[in-house]
């Protein structure tokens, strides 16, 4: 009976033991994951989840998805596209993004939506060995998606001549992350939690401030470079895919002033869309016949923000009440703003949008970018000028285009008492004299007043010098 | 692939995993496909390269080894085994000079320096050809002859200089009959390429490691956390402390032209420190590893920053290779059983061929000479050394560290061939057993005598050779003025060697000799001029937050390093704790390394200074 004992007690202890070693390792791995999880939501930068927010967790599907690079970023507000045509949209783009990335992010994205239409815009598809791109652009447009076999799959494709450390980095980025302990304050530990910290442009980002490029000449349409392997198979790709879900395909040509070499690259994209039967709303159509380029769509002069590529929140709303008009005429999309179920698009606009863009207005202190942004139709602005005003080419250009938005008026001065308390500002938006000195030349010259269309409350009220 | 990695932290759990499933038989031959996976990761022609070193080396062995009278070890079959580490056959083979060498002797000798010859000749032409070519061509431009050579482009095969001395000290070991000559190629070319110790070392002894493989290894709990609690203190130790020192120390050396003296004093204390975290922290990785896969290597360094001496610093610094050039170089040519001038010359050459080890350029050179000329002047200016402390009331013996134990602290590496006991087999411990006692009565006897000495502490690890960083250790009676006074000697001899030992870094981190000096004019013509801000310190290439997480870290480094000294083991001491607890320490050591290391995909995961050499 006794050795019965024994052996029955060692097996017990043996049981024991191994059942304490899986607690201690459960233990150990539970702590660090838990730690991992901790850490990673502290140091990670977080605007590409600022960014999917709304995508993941809007209920309906959407009517328009936009993919492409930071042209379509900064260049289609969905917002707007919602307030003037009741279209759901959501903004894809990603900064530097490549064909490849967009190919992967349309994936990625699918899988969550089905939109009605998908747009491609069809700027530098050409322009590297596709699918190259800077990684840490790579980290905008992917970190959002949660760890999975297609993520596994992108980060192979994207980076399939890169080192295996750097697809670690896109699937875990803790690992590049982790470094910015040392920009961890009590604001970001808040807004780490914070769940209602979300881009607020449906995607999209403004960019304020006036650029007016060279003239560039227009490449004929049958000028064209050479395909690329790389690029054609991910524009077949992108376009199976969106056909084998169901989903409609345009590409867009969002303007920008396009050197020759990239509007051959585009020749070459619109003659490959030809032969895919695929849509192009093209924005840079030549109607001026003159040999420049030109856009159908934006002013050169007032629309861009940079000299060469982006278009400034103006230029935005002109491309998106543009395309809102052509998705409603061509697609025959159904204007939603009193349908019920779609309120929390009113909602957004009222409490999240417009005070967004309130919020960038008052930050604005240059007067053309004021100007441009008096481009809204939810504000209205005064604007007194005195003589000494010598606003030029591009300023007149903005006031005039705005008609009934501004409303101008000539002033002999901009009394004392009304300037009392205000910063100063030249017109390049450079902080100025801090007194006005009657004694000298520095009168102020203008003063632009931007209130809520709405409820009528001065937003921004800025002086200017000469 | 590099312990720091991602490729290592999958490719170890892989081996590990399988290494303990196969049949015993054959776990040598596992490791030994895993060693060559992993080295052949860098270049499959150096892989091939080391295959036929250790051919060479078997081949060698088998020759000079003809006739061994070194018996061969059986840890199973011969309990009353003869042969103990410090082998008799040996020290009487040590004594005998070439008159007495019988002809088979005097035939062993001529092969073993044709092959080590061998051995070091393609070692030499690897590392030295363009350092010798330059130098020619130099010379005779000097010397205004036309007559230049260019260097060829020659790649050191990484880790070589570590798997070369393993093999020919296994060589010199098989000659001196320590170890009869291995007749398994596997074990043998398991032994020169486990992948754990192939790159930097430690450098293994042949009677340490060989009879380890000879064993079958079983998976044990206990070993496997302390083994991975070693490697975490290991990446810590890297990743953590050693790779954030690199960005000041970088930036401090790359701009010193354009910076004031005290950045350059700053940048080389802080790189006493890189150099230490880098390359201990890769020996703690690999011991840690080997002990996981129930392998002991030797232990590497032991506290190298808590020494007295400049000789002390080198018994506690790359105890592998200092151990190594005292064995198989030092003894050779004399040791310090000679005359005064000749014991000056043998340390001198000892140091100089360390330097040239390192690299191939003058200023490891001169790093290696001034380590030399440091020993050489402390023992000419001894009788002034301890004549001024006679004048403090201090004991004429106060400096010698064998016979006031109160100054020599751990002394538990000195024999760097022991193994330690839990990976000894019973002969072996009762050996090892009777060989400790035997110390500890001789070194009583001499502490006993002793004017200023301390008592073991209660905390000592089982053998009372441990004494106190600062010559003071816990026990029953109070403390006296003479505690104080050896404490604060020791404080200072600390200090001293210290700075010296520091001077010498900024010739073996600076780019060459030239910069070297110009560093040093730099630190004694342009200090520093205006008043001193804290925010200058943040302009070295280290912001506020990570300058400080640098200081903090070597704080607890020292700490660690400190209760080390006392013969404490940390990881023993969390391996003991309640579950919940050292399971919560553990992993907020690993978040700790995880979130505050310098990895990811911008860190160059292949920079431990080591492998260069």
């Known amino acids: 009976m006794m050795p019965q004992v024994l052996f029955i007690s060692s097996i017990d202890g043996f049981c024991m033991r191994i059942w304490k070693r899986i607690v201690s390792l459960v233990l150990v791995a539970g702590f660090v994951a838990g730690g991992i999880f901790l850490g990673d939501k502290l140091t990670t930068r977080g605007v590409s989840q600022q960014k999917y927010v709304k995508f993941f967790s809007e209920k309906q599907d959407y009517d328009v998805l936009f ?321 000494l005003y010598k606003g030029d080419d591009v300023c007149d250009k903005l006031i005039k285009s705005h008609n009934d938005l501004i409303t101008t008026k000539k002033v002999t001065s901009i009394g004392e008492d009304e300037i009392d308390k205000r910063a100063y500002f030249d017109l390049d938006g450079e902080t100025a004299v801090t007194d006005p000195d009657p004694e000298t030349l520095a009168q102020p010259v203008a003063r632009m007043v931007v209130k809520n269309r709405e409820t009528g409350e001065v937003l921004v009220d800025r002086t200017f010098f000469q | 692939m590099i312990f720091n990695s991602l490729e290592f932290l999958v490719f170890f759990p892989i081996v590990l995993l399988i290494y303990y499933i196969v049949p015993k038989q054959i776990q040598n031959f596992w490791l030994l496909l895993a060693s060559y996976c992993f080295y052949g990761s860098w270049g499959l022609k150096y892989a091939g390269l080391l295959f036929l070193i250790t051919l060479l080396t078997y081949i060698a062995g088998l020759v000079v080894g003809h006739r061994s009278r070194a018996v061969r070890i059986d840890p199973l079959a011969d309990r009353e085994i003869e042969a103990d580490f410090s082998s008799r056959v040996s020290k009487k083979h040590r004594n005998k000079t070439s008159k007495t060498l019988s002809k088979e002797d005097q035939r062993k000798r001529l092969y073993l320096a044709l092959f080590l010859c061998v051995l070091f000749g393609v070692l030499c032409f690897y590392k030295y050809t363009g350092f010798l070519l330059s130098n020619v061509s130099a010379l005779m431009m000097r010397l205004g002859v036309g007559f230049t050579v260019s260097a060829p482009s020659l790649m050191v095969p990484v880790g070589m200089s570590f798997f070369v001395f393993q093999a020919a000290g296994y060589l010199i070991d098989v000659y001196r009959e320590e170890m009869p000559p291995e007749s398994d190629l596997l074990r043998l070319a398991l032994f020169i390429s486990f992948f754990p110790s192939l790159l930097s070392g430690p450098i293994g002894r042949a009677p340490d490691l060989i009879p380890q493989y000879k064993r079958t290894r079983s998976f044990e709990w206990d070993r496997f956390c302390e083994g991975a609690l070693t490697m975490l203190w290991g990446y810590f130790m890297k990743l953590v402390i050693a790779d954030r020192a690199a960005i000041l120390v970088n930036f401090v050396y790359g701009n010193y032209h354009e910076l004031y ?86 340390i001198l050459v000892v140091f100089i061929v360390s330097g040239l080890w390192h690299g191939s350029q003058w200023s490891y050179i001169v790093w290696g000479a001034l380590n030399g000329l440091y020993q050489i002047i402390g023992n000419i200016l001894m009788p002034v050394r301890t004549l001024i402390l006679g004048i403090f009331g201090f004991d004429k013996d106060v400096l010698n560290l064998k016979k006031n134990p109160a100054m020599a602290g751990s002394m538990k590496v000195y024999d760097s061939q022991a193994p330690a006991a839990d990976f000894l087999t019973p002969w072996e411990n009762s050996i090892m057993k009777k060989k400790l006692d035997e110390e500890n009565l001789s070194r009583r006897l001499f502490y006993e005598s002793a004017v200023v000495s301390s008592e073991p502490g209660e905390g000592d690890d089982n053998d009372g050779r441990r004494t106190g960083l600062f010559g003071m250790s816990k026990s029953e009676r109070e403390y006296d003025l003479s505690d104080l006074k050896m404490g604060i000697l020791k404080l200072v001899r600390i200090m001293i060697t210290f700075a010296l030992i520091d001077f010498s870094w900024l010739f073996f981190r600076a780019a060459g000799l030239r910069d070297a000096v110009l560093m040093i004019k730099r630190v004694l013509g342009d200090f520093y001029q205006g008043a001193f801000s804290l925010t200058d310190l943040y302009n070295l290439g280290l912001d506020m937050k990570n300058f400080w997480l640098l200081i903090i870290c070597c704080i607890i480094l020292m700490m660690s390093d400190y209760v080390k000294y006392h013969g404490g083991n940390l990881s023993r001491w969390i391996l003991k704790r309640p579950m919940v607890i050292r399971e919560f320490i553990i992993a907020a050591a690993i978040l700790f390394v995880l979130i505050f290391g310098i990895w990811g995909n911008s860190y160059d995961a292949s920079s431990f200074i080591y492998f260069q050499y």
Request: charged content about 20%.
């Open chain 1, 67 to 387: 993919y492409g690079s930071s042209h379509v970023l900064s260049g289609i507000q969905p917002m707007e596209l919602w307030k003037g045509y009741g279209i759901t949209s959501y903004n894809l783009a990603g900064h530097a993004a490549s064909l490849g990335m967009s190919y992967w992010v349309l994936r990625e994205s699918l899988q969550y939506h089905k939109p009605k239409l998908v747009a491609l815009d069809i700027y530098d598809m050409y322009a590297f060995d596709q699918p190259y791109m800077d990684i840490s652009f790579m980290h905008y447009s992917l970190d959002a998606y949660p760890l999975s076999k297609l993520k596994y799959e992108a980060v192979q494709d994207l980076l399939r001549n890169d080192t295996t450390a750097a697809r670690m980095e896109l699937l875990f980025p803790f690992s590049v992350y982790h470094s910015r302990w040392n920009e961890v304050t009590s604001d970001s530990i808040r807004q780490s939690f914070d769940k209602n910290l979300f881009n607020p442009y449906c995607g999209s980002e403004a960019r304020y401030g006036v650029a007016v490029p060279n003239s560039i000449d227009r490449v004929p349409a049958e000028d064209m470079t050479e395909g690329s392997e790389g690029a054609d198979d991910y524009i077949k790709r992108f376009v199976e895919t969106c056909r084998s879900e169901g989903v409609d395909i345009c590409f867009i040509r969002v303007p920008y002033p396009a050197s020759t070499d990239n509007q051959r690259a585009e020749n070459r994209v619109l003659k490959l869309a030809e032969e895919l039967k695929v849509q192009i709303i093209d924005m840079m159509y030549d109607v001026e016949n003159d040999g420049k380029l030109s856009s159908i769509v934006v002013d050169w002069d007032t629309d861009l923000v940079d000299p060469n590529a982006h278009l400034n929140a103006l230029g935005a709303y002109k491309v998106t009440r543009f395309l809102g008009e052509w998705f409603t005429r061509v697609y025959g999309f159904e204007n939603k703003l009193t349908n019920p179920a779609y309120e929390s698009w009113n909602e957004d606009y009222k409490n999240v949008y417009l005070p967004a863009l309130t919020v960038d207005l008052k930050l604005q202190s240059d007067f053309k970018t004021c100007l441009m942004l008096a481009a809204y139709p939810e504000f209205e602005t005064e604007l007194s000028l005195t003589g």
């Open chain 2, 261 to 346: 003296g005290w950045t350059i004093v700053l940048a080389t204390v802080i790189y006493a420190v890189e150099i230490y975290c880098d390359f201990c922290g890769y020996s703690t990785i690999a011991t840690g590893a080997a002990k996981i896969l129930g392998i002991k290597l030797m232990e590497n360094f032991d506290c190298p920053y808590f020494s007295v001496s400049v000789q002390d610093f080198w018994r506690r610094w790359h105890i592998s290779l200092s151990s190594w050039f005292r064995d198989y170089l030092y003894f050779p040519l004399g040791g310090s059983r000679c005359n005064f001038i000749r014991r000056y010359f043998n």
